[in-house]
């Protein structure tokens, strides 16, 4: 076929900033998350027949328990109503035994029925916020799956894990136990209504209004306190953003000591969480005390027209007393509502988030029966005037009306500069975007009309940055069968493709060579292996489905030549028969191809086979030249037409095969112990702290506010005084509605003193309760702000062998930032002023009704014991469940984190189903563990909850028997009553958040043990901070992985880099190559032997100084959320100019793009820079490294990701820029580095050979063997 040049196949390109409205409409719907407002009782869309059920049995329960927990009002106020007319008429008969033994077996009664049904409404409830929410984080990451990727350009994997988490946890709260509360106190108020309005309606009725003033309170604080909580809420999000894309970036982040910049980004989104929290907590302290305010105001209104009324003869001393009750107890439990509505409204809120996400339809769904399946496919591609505009990118065209066909079982290459369209053709192809405008067909049939996954069945894609799961080389590579008849073979069979499909791959060798074989965990990402076996791994599951249609973006870019040419020649072969398409910069892999397509700018500029393409002299020999690597064995000059650099007499010194020798015994000693300490586990921490030394550190953690604290502590006395001097004023109110009609003048004067002094603490209850909520409540989110900045920073300080572990992976450090630091506000001075109030009003009670009756006193305060005991038992279940699910939880958290970073390979590898069902199996193993524990807790829970009915029973017992026996009075008799039901209360009140201080106990062992461990080895207070001149030597270096310590990977390292040279380290992959450049970064410590750096150890060396003067450009660039210009200058340490900013990109040749762009410098990145090309991030991250001035620059394949043209021009900017400074490189590609002054081929963790270009290829060993087989003028 004759090669076609230039405007061929071509119309005229459309402009960039010409988009139609219904193209720029089209745009918006990729991206657009419809806003959604659900009702809460949406939230139960999922339930089940049986789960309705269980609901319907569980909210019966809960109607009774309520109308239970309102009928000791009633029982209450008969009774005292009958000790009342004993004491007045002084008649001690056996009838009044009688009647006070049957009203206590009545109590007794109440207590079981409140025990049963309390209990089974609970566990109904929280079983059904288990499941339910379980289902929905399944529903939520099951659309997330099926979405179109335009979606994740715009929403970040740390939003999305915090939606997973935060907001299924709060969707869980609020349809779980507090549903049994809310139902509970609602028949606890219909319960009062009713027994108000028959006992005396007129008084009900003036009473009812304290309910409404009630209402209107909860109305107005209610829509400010959702805000504020709705705007908590986006910050904490922002903050988990910020977060994962640290963790998942750590040694770019370490790398261009841009820790404190991130940590600043961090604590910005705190200080605004705080903020809001604050709010939030000073409404709810409000709240809370303006609920007590109306409650005492009710009880004095209660009494003082109640008085009048009994005056006049029209009620009795009991319809009093039981509509008082009542209504206190509606009124309670009216307030006891308002945090269950709260949680309502907030889990609805969270629901409309969630909910917005799962109704949504993505553009490419695939769900759809009326999609195409053809029978068979030959994989006959054709474009048609195909137009492509990314979403996240509207001003650019990126494929301008492209035509062209790709011929069935052909190997059609696509080349061409970064970001001319290559790797969106792929995209295309895969369906991860549909095109603008025109069409694609397969077979003659439109792409857009086929059943994706149908689609990705038949293929497979090698990405140019492959991506690898948490798991074995194995399971990693038998994903590529998802989907394929040989997805449910036997184990066997599988074995025998997996093995097959590596040996193809050239991987078999080096995986045979681990520890654990094909068993060997690659880590998150595959941390764990080099970038060339990932890459050859990623080909084995990509060749392993057999696939009708290969697709290769770079494939091969992270090989050795080696390795390539093997890998090259398997794929060749592995592609006959079946339609390949490969996109290329590096043209030695695709010279071979049937036919090879040339884009520019979005257009076909040449098509033909590679010798075709050269006769054209065109573009495409253009890139061809730029690669040829010279193999003349006259060449006599390191650089074109340079002298060397590097004298004879400068060389490295390398030993090829020398002894190892052995590692001192001392230094590998120190150096295990260094590991081991990098290796603590966050969930298993070394040390077990009491809860004194746990509440100490927390007030540690508060200084500052000590004064502050104080105050809150005092108002909390106050608060906890209220419920003690208010029993003293009930007392003194019902002896004077007890006194004889000749006594009435009495009893309306007395009355009218003390409903006086019930509006009187109303006031100060509120004063208390809001100003408590403001000084403690602030402190308290100082100190989670505290130390969730504390806790960032300290995770970052970490050593890199910390971020290796398999527990440490970026979902898990994202849930434990999360959570951590808010669980401990359970022992915050917020809770520490909770139990003050508690056990003031405990202790006040209980000496009130010692003074006025020890007896009886005595006997109530007895039962506080078991009330204790029983809160205190429960809180011990809660602290072992928490520890229990905290795992679960976070290997939830990581499964779903690393499907969504993962997102173009899980879909691509139809990989949807399995991540599906393997977080389905984690979910209910969480679910069956969460609910069988609180089956054990809630027995507790519930007998806590109702032997209060006990202890009532008690003490009118006892209390009534005295009084009948005329040992105790009326006032004596009330008042000890009074005081022992708030002692019952009181003590439930210490243990009512015991889940919390079990989290916050938790939570605060885990802090303290991280924040106690030993400094990391890298930080030194004492270290020098010296200006580095940049000459390198490493000494007799050995090294090992901590997390991998049976693999060697530099035994005996020896290498001498003077200033201002530049040097390239070649070789297989695996061999050390980018060990020697993460060492040198001061990410890992030598287990033997010394790295210096101007003749110093650079281990004692102050890390941030040492990193300022080297900068490190990585194989797979990282990006940031924000601007190209703060992606810039992320982490220098200084303020840069304009011109500075521009000479730097220029230098990177990446000046003439981002001034194309509407708003240049200031143009967004997108998450991990997914708004620009693999091509323009390497030029980014090349002009930020540029940009540091650095003493010494590390170069890891820095141009694999760079076509020929753009591989040119940086590398003549590279070979200029490192004449003041001293460069080490990494490389596959050798016409990347042949004019260094000096190459090392490495082997086996030593070097083999070295030398300049010219001198490694007149020995004609390994490195003329791989030169040879990059050159493509052959």
Request: proline fraction near 3%; hydrophobic fraction near 45%.
């Amino acid at each position: 076929m004759a090669a076609e040049s230039s405007l061929a196949n071509v119309n005229g390109r459309g402009s960039s900033g010409n988009n139609t409205d219904l193209e720029r409409d089209t745009l918006a719907q990729q991206i657009a998350i419809p806003a959604l407002e659900i009702n809460y009782f949406q939230l139960f869309r999922y339930a089940t027949n049986k789960d309705l059920l269980i609901i319907a049995i569980s909210f019966l329960c809960a109607v009774i328990a309520g109308a239970i927990i309102t009928a000791p009002a009633l029982l209450t106020a008969l009774l005292v109503g009958s000790i009342q007319k004993n004491w007045s008429e002084e008649s001690k008969t056996d009838s009044a035994s009688t009647e006070l033994t049957r009203f206590t077996i009545y109590f007794v009664y109440l207590f079981v029925g409140e025990l049963v049904t309390c209990y089974i409404a609970t566990i109904g409830f929280i079983r059904t916020g288990i499941v339910l929410s379980s289902r929905i984080r399944e529903q939520y990451l099951a659309a997330l799956l099926r979405q179109n990727i335009a979606f994740f350009d715009h929403v970040g994997a740390g939003e999305i894990a915090t939606h997973m988490i935060a907001d299924a946890n709060l969707i869980r709260d609020g349809i779980s136990e507090k549903v049994s509360v809310a139902v509970q106190c609602c028949s606890a108020i219909v319960t009062a209504l009713v027994i108000g309005f028959t006992r005396d309606w007129k008084l009900t009725l003036i009473l009812a209004s304290s309910p409404v003033c009630i209402a209107l309170v909860l109305a107005f604080s209610g829509v400010a306190l959702t805000k504020s909580r709705e705007r908590w809420l986006g910050e904490t999000a922002g903050a988990g953003t910020v977060a994962e894309e640290v963790f998942s970036s750590i040694k770019t982040v370490v790398g261009l000591n841009a820790q404190s910049k991130l940590a600043s980004r961090y604590d910005g989104f705190l200080e605004n969480a705080e903020r809001w929290a604050t709010q939030a907590r000073t409404i709810s302290g409000a709240l809370l005390g303006a609920v007590f305010a109306v409650i005492y105001m009710a009880i004095g209104l209660g009494f003082w027209m109640g008085s009048r009324f009994l005056v006049k003869g029209t009620t009795s001393y009991v319809d009093i007393l039981a509509i008082i009750l009542a209504t206190v107890t509606g009124i309670a439990c009216l307030g006891s509502i308002v945090p269950p509505l709260q949680v309502f409204a907030i889990a609805a809120a969270a629901g409309s988030r969630l909910y917005g996400t799962i109704d949504r339809k993505p553009q490419s769904e695939s769900t759809r029966p009326s999609e195409t399946q053809l029978d068979t496919v030959s994989g006959h591609f054709e474009f048609k005037n195909v137009r492509h505009i990314y979403p996240s990118r509207p001003e650019v065209v990126v494929l301008d009306n492209l035509s062209m066909s790709i011929e069935p079982g052909k190997t059609t290459a696509i080349v061409g500069p970064s970001g001319s369209g290559k790797s969106t053709i792929i995209e295309l192809l895969e369906r991860f975007y549909d095109p603008l405008a025109g069409e694609i067909l397969l077979d003659g049939h439109s792409l857009s009309g086929m059943n994706p996954q149908w689609l990705r069945r038949h293929m497979s894609l090698v990405q140019q940055n492959p991506t690898l799961f948490d798991t074995t080389i194995f399971e990693n590579v038998r994903y590529g069968l998802a989907g394929t008849s040989y997805e449910n073979s036997s184990r066997e069979d599988v074995c025998n493709l997996v093995h097959e499909a590596c040996r193809t791959a050239n991987a078999h060798d080096f995986i045979s060579k681990l520890p654990s074989g094909y068993e060997t965990p690659v880590g998150e990402a595959g941390v764990m292996l080099s970038g060339g076996q990932r890459q050859r791994i990623s080909i084995a599951r990509a060749l392993i489905r057999n696939p009708k249609i290969l697709l290769l973006d770079e494939a091969t870019s992270a090989l050795d030549s080696a390795s390539e040419t093997v890998v090259q020649a398997a794929i060749e072969r592995a592609s006959r028969g079946r339609t390949t398409i490969v996109v290329a910069h590096r043209l030695s892999t695709i010279k071979n191809a049937d036919r090879i397509i040339v884009l520019s700018g979005g257009r076909l500029v040449e098509q033909g086979t590679h010798n075709e393409l050269l006769e054209l002299n065109g573009t495409y020999t253009k890139l061809a030249h730029t690669q040829t690597v010279h193999i003349n064995q006259d060449t006599h000059s390191g650089m074109d037409g340079t002298p060397h650099i590097l004298d004879e007499a400068e060389s490295p010194t390398v030993e090829n095969e020398k002894a190892l020798p052995p590692i001192s015994g001392t230094f590998a000693s120190t150096t295990s112990q260094k590991n081991a300490e990098a290796l603590q586990s966050l969930d298993q921490p070394s040390s077990e702290y009491s809860m004194s030394t746990l509440l100490t550190f927390v007030m540690t953690m508060h200084k500052g506010s000590v004064l502050r604290i104080l105050h809150g502590f005092l108002w909390s006395v106050q608060a906890g005084a209220g419920a003690p001097i208010q029993a003293v004023f009930l007392a003194k109110c019902l002896v004077a509605l007890a006194r004889p009609p000749s006594q009435y003048h009495l009893l309306r004067s007395e009355t009218n003193l003390w409903a006086g002094m019930h509006v009187v603490l109303a006031f100060f209850q509120l004063l208390a309760y809001t100003a408590q909520a403001t000084t403690l409540g602030g402190c308290t989110e100082k100190l989670i702000r505290d130390l969730s900045g504390q806790t960032f920073r300290t995770l970052l300080d970490k050593d890199m062998a910390f971020f290796d572990m398999a527990e440490h992976g970026v979902g898990a450090l994202t849930s434990f930032i999360s959570t951590e630091p808010s669980s401990i506000a359970g022992v915050g001075c917020y809770a520490v002023g909770t139990y003050i109030m508690a056990l003031t009003t405990l202790i006040g009670a209980m000496a009130a009704s010692i003074a006025v009756g020890w007896k009886l006193g005595l006997v109530g305060s007895a039962t506080v014991p078991i009330l204790l005991v029983c809160g205190l038992l429960r809180y011990r279940v809660m602290a072992h469940l928490d520890a229990h699910l905290r795992k679960d939880y976070q290997e939830t958290a990581s499964l779903s984190s690393e499907a969504v970073s993962s997102i173009r390979t899980v879909i691509s590898l139809n990989r949807e189903s399995s991540v599906m069902l393997a977080f389905h199996g984690q979910l209910a193993q969480q679910n069956s563990t969460s609910i069988r524990a609180s089956l054990r807790s809630l027995a507790l829970f519930s007998f806590s909850q109702s032997a209060s009915m006990l202890c009532t029973a008690l003490g009118l017992w006892y209390g009534g028997t005295l009084v009948i026996s005329g040992e105790y009075g009326l006032f004596q008799f009330i008042l000890s009553h009074a005081a022992i039901n708030i002692c019952g209360e009181a003590a439930g009140q210490i243990f009512s958040s015991s889940p919390d201080l079990a989290k916050a106990k938790n939570s605060a062992t885990r802090l303290k043990a991280l924040f106690e461990q030993q400094k990391p080895a890298h930080i030194n207070c004492e270290a020098t901070r010296p200006l580095l001149e940049g000459s390198i030597q490493f000494r007799d270096v050995h090294f090992t992985y901590p997390t991998r310590p049976g693999r060697r990977i530099l035994n005996g390292f020896d290498l001498t880099v003077h200033k201002g040279k530049y040097v390239a380290l070649v070789g297989s992959s695996g061999c050390g190559k980018s060990t020697i450049v993460a060492m040198l970064e001061h990410f890992y410590h030598p287990l033997a032997g010394v790295i210096t750096m101007d003749g110093i150890n650079i281990s004692s060396m102050d890390v941030t100084a040492y990193r300022d003067q080297v900068a490190l450009v990585n194989q797979e660039p990282t990006l940031f959320q924000g601007t190209i210009r703060e992606n810039l200058t992320l982490g220098l340490g200084r303020e840069c100019s304009q011109q500075e900013l521009e000479k730097a990109c220029k230098d990177a040749y990446i000046l003439e793009f981002i001034l194309s762009l509407p708003l240049g410098l200031d143009t967004m990145c997108g998450g991990k820079g997914n708004n620009f090309s693999g091509g323009q991030k390497q030029r980014l991250a090349i002009a930020r490294a540029l940009l540091r001035r650095p003493k010494v620059l590390l170069l890891d394949e820095v141009t694999s990701a760079l076509d020929s043209e753009s591989q040119r021009v940086v590398q003549a900017a590279l070979v200029e820029a490192a004449k003041d400074r001293t460069t080490i490189a990494i490389a596959h590609r050798l016409s990347a580095i042949q004019n260094a002054d000096i190459i090392c081929f490495m082997e086996d963790g030593v070097i083999m050979e070295s030398g300049t270009h010219a001198e490694l290829i007149r020995k004609r060993g390994k490195y003329f063997a791989m030169s040879s087989l990059q050159n493509l003028e052959s």
